[in-house]
């Protein structure tokens, strides 16, 4: 069984940091792309950004230039580091990775969430 657990959500100020992360665990035997989505209240869940397992990235216009995208493949862990929040970015938010597992084959599993609120 695959989980992902995120970690590192919290209260910040409008124009402070954050810094998510995501690890996967159990009977995993490779990683593909990662990514972080969020969902605010009332909307649909969103990709904020993604990355493959060879660090190309990819990021949602809205956040291109404040966000980071990284990984440790070594730890099988996901990184979000977010700069210059904005109050509008309060949301829940959820890392997803496209894991195979042993004699499994792949499946995309998602995390549980994890509430970042930016106060104005």
């Known amino acids: 069984q695959v989980q992902l657990v995120e970690s590192g959500g919290g209260l910040v100020q409008a124009g402070g940091s954050l810094r998510l992360s995501c690890a996967a665990s159990g009977s995993i035997f490779s990683i593909d792309a990662m990514g972080w989505y969020r969902q605010a209240p009332g909307k649909q869940r969103e990709l904020v950004a993604t990355?493959?397992?060879?660090?190309?990235?990819d990021y949602a216009d809205s956040v291109n230039g404040r966000f980071t995208i990284s990984r440790d493949n070594a730890k099988n862990t996901v990184y979000l580091q977010m700069n210059s929040l904005k109050p509008e970015e309060t949301a829940v938010y959820y890392c997803a990775g496209d894991i195979e597992e042993y004699y499994r084959g792949s499946h995309t599993y998602w995390g549980q969430g994890t509430q970042v609120t930016v106060s104005s």
């Open positions: 990355t493959t397992v060879d660090g190309k990235s």
